[in-house]
C-alpha cells in the first residue's frame, strides 16, 4: 500500500506527515465505524474489507516506510538495540522472589520424608518380616 492511500484511509491529508500517536488515534476511530461485528450479516463482508484495508494502511504508516514505496501487509521493521527498556527494575531481587518458593518445595520433602519414615516404622512394627535379608 501506498503511503498516500494509507493517509488517505485514516484521515489525513496526502501532504500531512502524521506522528505514531496520531496514527493510533485515527487508526482506532476508525476500527470503532468499521469493525466487522457492528454490521449486520449481508454487509459484513465489505466491512471485513474496510477493516483489512485500515489495519494495513496502519502499518504502513506505522512501519515508517518512505513515500512511494510498496509496504507488504503486515510487514513492520523492527530493531533491536540490545538495551531494556525498563532500566531492569526487578531484576535484582530474583533469590528473593525464589526464596518462599524453596521454602515451601523443601518444607513439603521434609514433612512428606518424615511422614513416610513414621509410616514405614509403623509398618514394620506390625508385621515382623521373617526373611532374614529384609530389615
Known sequence: MLMDEAKVLLGFPTNSCPTASQVKDAYRRKVWDTHPD????????NAELKFK???EAYT????GARQGQHVGVGYSRVVRSGVPR???????????????FLCIILGTAA???????????????D?????PFLP
Open 86 to 100: 525498563g532500566g531492569g527494575g526487578g531484576r535484582r531481587n530474583h533469590a528473593l522472589i525464589g526464596l518462599p
Open 111 to 125: 514433612l512428606g520424608g518424615t511422614n513416610v519414615a513414621r509410616s514405614y516404622r509403623k509398618q514394620r512394627a
Open 38 to 45: 457492528c454490521f449486520p450479516v449481508h454487509l459484513k463482508p
Open 60 to 63: 504502513c504508516l506505522l512501519s
Open 53 to 55: 484495508m485500515i489495519s
Open 127 to 131: 508385621y515382623p518380616s521373617h526373611n
